[in-house]
């Protein structure tokens, strides 16, 4: 979260001395001793009283000692133990003792210093680390510090109880402060380090967790470290289960390890074929709290199963049962248990809303009709309505004709009692087969090569032209013809514009080879009608043996696309989502199907795609030079029979050599004219 949109403390706050518990530390020293040795403008002193504590005898040195002691363990400076604060480094000061004080006074002052050092360390990082712009974490972790300085200072204050009865020593002061040195000494270290790295949210819990792990041979400072650990993590819990519970991030500090991209909409699945919604809508980001690290994705995951039924508008109700607070974590794992199970809560309800009340495989069936040509019945009586507008050029095809055609066809065939022929409509591409499959990156197997071919066209392009059967045709409305579907959320998931793209490649792929049957079934019949002639031996003959044979490579390429890779990938899948468990394994059953269908149908083989085009653009040269010459032939040859077939026999046997010798000429004409046409 941006900083300036926290709430801002007022700078009086911080500056007023009296409102921050500093102001026995700030103040001014009166002069006392003139000319008595200066103390730098960094230190926190008195300026002493009037005699050095060596003036004193060893037992009422001890006594100034420990009241000194008693102040500087709660902050304060005293009379013979001045304090001075590093200039630059907030969270380090310095302790200065009288040096005519006793020796032995001396060394059980310096061993209790560190833990006046501690103290101020750690209550200079309350006070900072209780501003709004560090996070909950860091306010949690605050207040857990100060309740354990309170009871520092009640301790404290015991402790100057029996000093003002006459009850403590040095060494029992000493001996009630040691076994505090190692905790206060544990804690200052995270606290530093999380000052110097400016450590907020997962930071922080990774710190204090990765130092109670460091502390395992001391069991109190663990134990203070782990507690200090639930204590901060509190706050990041109840993020947490905000976001497993109702698929919501409460986080308003930027300290949760799942992001929100809120420039990602829903609507762009059915828009862009590159759409990220669902891997980057929500995302981990680092750091990610330790304990969680083995569940972060099973997390993320959980959220987002509830976060697209509350935008279908589906009321998200958890089970009490299942609806387990998340307020601290141990060694126990409660935690991992509630996670798991708000997991299975989501998934199953997803899957259940999208495969029940937005009929996921009502849809998908239904694609398979019009996409795979699971019924074709529609396509034909399409194909033949549409036959003229298909035949012109891209540019000058009009969509709104055959988009009224296609309801013309869905309407009188077996296509109008599917509930979802509605969402059904055609669109027309601008470029080839191949050229839209080289656009496309994310084609992995075989797509280098195929846009090196592609790139290569005009390269090449000279030399192809001077090949027999590769002069590439001009394309029409038949090579870019396509359907498209209407997806609605949160079907869109599964159906993506990039799902439904490769589906348009297969339906482009197999209606180029319905087109190309059907042109060599009319060159078929066309031959049928000259089978009166005595044409054995000659081109005509050859001609139907050679369009014979096309039919059955285009019939054996039919077949093999429809009845041995897209029916039995097609049964794979739909057993596969029957038996599906979260709507992630559905999308990844999905797209393995179109990719498994992509790789079978040839499409992401350039080398073999490339002759299989063209030798359909051979097939389609073949039947449209048939269709245009035979009837020609057929129609002279039966009007020169009417005109001498009442002659005598002696004239049709003469006639029926010229005729032969006729038709031999205008065979041979014929195969000169189709070799001619194909070149």
């Not at 103390?39 to 008195?46: A, L, T, V």
């Not at 109702?246 to 828009?271: C, H, M, W």
């Not at 899957?351 to 996409?371: C, T, V």
């Amino acid at each position: 979260m941006d900083g300036s949109l926290h709430p801002v403390v007022p700078r009086w706050n911080t500056e007023r001395s009296f409102l921050t518990g500093r102001f026995y530390q700030e103040t001014k020293p009166k002069s006392q001793l003139g000319g008595s040795k200066g103390i730098s403008s960094e230190s926190f002193s008195y300026q002493g009283p009037e005699n050095p504590i060596g003036y004193y005898t060893a037992s009422v040195q001890e006594l100034l000692v420990i009241d000194d002691l008693l102040h500087a363990l709660v902050g304060i400076e005293g009379r013979y133990i001045s304090m001075k604060r590093m200039r630059g480094k907030e969270y380090h000061i310095t302790y200065h003792i009288d040096p005519t004080m006793d020796l032995a006074l001396q060394e059980l002052t310096k061993r209790m210093l560190p833990l006046c050092e501690h103290y101020f360390i750690i209550s200079q990082f309350v006070e900072s680390r209780s501003h709004f712009k560090y996070g909950l974490v860091n306010h949690a972790f605050a207040a857990a510090l100060r309740s354990l300085l309170i009871d520092y200072q009640t301790l404290v204050a015991q402790l100057e109880h029996q000093f003002r009865l006459g009850k403590l020593s040095i060494q029992g002061l000493w001996f009630f402060c040691q076994p505090m040195m190692a905790s206060m000494q544990a804690l200052t270290i995270v606290l530093q380090k999380a000052s110097i790295n400016n450590y907020m949210g997962s930071a922080i819990l990774n710190l204090l967790q990765s130092q109670a792990m460091a502390m395992a041979g001391d069991n109190a400072v663990r134990s203070l470290l782990e507690k200090m650990t639930q204590c901060a993590s509190s706050a990041y819990l109840c993020i947490l289960e905000r976001w497993v519970y109702e698929g919501v991030i409460d986080d308003p500090y930027g300290e949760f390890f799942i992001a929100e991209n809120r420039s990602l909409q829903k609507e762009s699945l059915t828009q862009d074929y590159s759409a990220k919604y669902w891997e980057e809508r929500y995302s981990l980001k680092d750091p990610i709290p330790i304990f969680l690290t083995n569940v972060a994705g099973t997390i993320l995951t959980t959220g987002k199963y509830l976060n697209v039924m509350r935008e279908c508008g589906h009321v998200v109700q958890v089970p009490i049962s299942e609806k387990v607070k998340l307020t601290n974590f141990g060694s126990n794992h409660q935690y991992l248990e509630c996670i798991n199970s708000a997991y299975e809560f989501a998934s199953g309800e997803l899957l259940n809303l999208i495969k029940q009340k937005y009929d996921l495989m009502g849809k998908l069936r239904s694609m398979k009709h019009y996409f795979l040509l699971d019924q074709g019945d529609f396509l034909v009586h399409f194909m033949d309505i549409a036959r003229d507008e298909l035949a012109k050029k891209p540019d000058t095809i009009s969509v709104e004709k055959l988009q009224s055609l296609l309801d013309l066809a869905l309407r009188t065939t077996v296509a109008a009692s599917d509930p979802c022929h509605e969402d059904l409509t055609c669109c027309v591409e601008r470029t080839s087969l191949l050229n839209r499959l080289g656009t496309l990156q994310d084609l992995e197997e075989g797509m280098k090569n195929l846009r090196a071919c592609v790139a290569t066209v005009e390269i090449s392009k000279t030399a192809f032209d001077n090949n027999d059967h590769s002069a590439p045709v001009s394309i029409t409305g038949v090579e870019t013809f396509s359907l498209n579907y209407k997806v609605k959320w949160p079907l869109s998931l599964v159906i993506s514009r990039k799902a439904l793209t490769k589906y348009q490649l297969i339906f482009r792929l197999l209606f180029h080879c319905k087109h190309v049957n059907r042109q060599l079934c009319g060159a078929w019949q066309t031959h049928q009608g000259v089978r009166m002639l005595n044409t054995f031996g000659t081109a005509i003959s050859r001609s139907a043996v050679l369009c014979r044979s096309m039919i059955k490579f285009i019939n054996s390429l039919l077949h093999y696309l429809t009845f041995e890779v897209l029916e039995p990938n097609w049964h794979v899948m739909h057993n596969r989502l029957e038996s599906a468990k979260s709507i992630d394994e559905v999308m990844e059953f999905h797209d393995f199907f179109l990719k498994k269908c992509l790789k079978e149908c040839l499409l992401l083989l350039p080398q073999v795609l490339r002759k299989m085009e063209t030798l359909k653009s051979i097939c389609l040269q073949y039947a449209s030079s048939v269709q245009w010459l035979l009837p020609s032939l057929y129609i002279t040859v039966d009007a020169n029979e009417s005109s001498f077939g009442r002659g005598k026999s002696k004239l049709r046997r003469s006639k029926s050599k010229r005729l032969a010798s006729k038709s031999s000429a205008e065979s041979m004409s014929f195969a000169e004219t189709v070799i001619c046409s194909n070149s």
